[in-house]
């Protein structure tokens, strides 16, 4: 296997100075459509011309089956390329060349084992597995898309480590903000320990406009995650089945489905998606001095006696807590003293505390209004 992506990789691009870009796709919860996501994005940014890096990370092996590979078959996947990075089995060994623009790490049962196969490994290195993995290859691509299984485990947590953007597709008739806010609160600690932004968007998939649910649904994502959100909402689509069941992408399967114009029209979005550029420009002028802004400091108070660690995350940083917020904690007798440190343009803004890992309402801000999934979120106007 992988005589095709070794005369690609000749061209050698090496990483960090390209463009490739690597996207996990994420969500502890199973059935929301991330392998439908992972491989049909996949498939629609190889359409529009672009070289694409599946990487699957699940067990179950789901994309490499709907990439029409049999994991029964192979001799060699992604486990022991992870297992043990050094080894003999290298990353470029394994790749198989699925269609024109696509690549293949493929995934086995045996992934399932990996924290026992390199458990004798301090931790740091067993989050960092793949990211050196990817790392040590030459790059050809634009983008590394790696379907993540349904848990917050090793192998999310290696898929995060090596990423630099998240999509969290969110089923539309089936959100439960719990969930979305456990995820939110593992990116947020991540980005602390690997010192980079993982920039995260929801896609809302399987919506079925017909029922109001699904529209009222879709309604309250947006108002929750507003600009994290895409604009591409993923309709329900029985193509998307078939086309996995046939080992291929929708746009090969059936061109001239919502699945695939849906997916052509993500694939659009996450290609013109520049986050970091995005931010910066809020601060630097034309000549690339700090331009004048419009942005206040506004600070967040929280005093206790028992609490061990706080932070805050709002409609202003994509709902990750801490994101885009400077701390300061300071001593007052037996208390702790947080301080929140927010550049915030004018406007109304909702948040919550993350007390603990628990989330709720600020105790010292009065002002709350019930959020769009039911529960209160504190209000926050900037003037
Ligand atoms: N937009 C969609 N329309 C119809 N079926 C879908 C759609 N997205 C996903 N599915 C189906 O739903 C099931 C779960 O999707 P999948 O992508 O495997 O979710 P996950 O990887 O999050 O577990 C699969 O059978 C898949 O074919
Ligand atoms: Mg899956």
Known sequence: MGGDSRSIQAAAKKMGQTETRILSIVNQKGGCGKTTTTVNLAGALAAQGSRVLVVDMDPQAHATLALGIDPDELSQNLCEVLSDPGGPTRLEQILIQVSTGIELAPASLALSDLEHRISFKQSGAKTGRLKSVLHSIPWVYDFVLIDCPPALNLLTLNALWASTSVIVPLEASFFAVDGVQKLL????????????????????????????????????????????????????????????????????????????????????????????????????????????????????????????????????????PDKNVASRVESNGPDRVWTKVLRLAPGTYQYRCVIDGEWCTDPGNPDSVAGPMGHPNSVLHVR
């Not at 406009?209 to 895409?230: M, V």
């Not at 970091?276 to 000549?287: G, W, Y």
């Open 185 to 320: 609160s593992t990116i947020g600690l991540l980005e602390e320990r690997i010192g980079h932004s993982l920039n995260a968007r929801v896609l809302p998939t399987l919506f079925d406009g017909r029922t109001r649910y699904a529209r009222e649904t879709l309604r309250d994502i947006r108002t929750l995650f507003y600009e994290h959100c895409f604009d591409t909402v993923i309709r329900q689509n029985v193509k998307l089945q078939e086309a996995a069941r046939h080992g291929m992408p929708i746009h090969r399967y059936a061109p001239s489905t919502p699945g695939a114009e849906d997916y052509a029209a993500a694939a659009a979005e996450v290609a013109i998606w520049r986050p970091s550029v995005r931010a910066r420009q809020h601060f630097l002028a034309e000549d690339g001095n700090v331009a004048p802004t419009l942005e206040r400091e506004v600070l967040i108070h929280f005093q206790d006696e028992t609490s061990g660690d706080v932070r805050v995350a709002g409609d202003f940083n994509g709902w990750v």
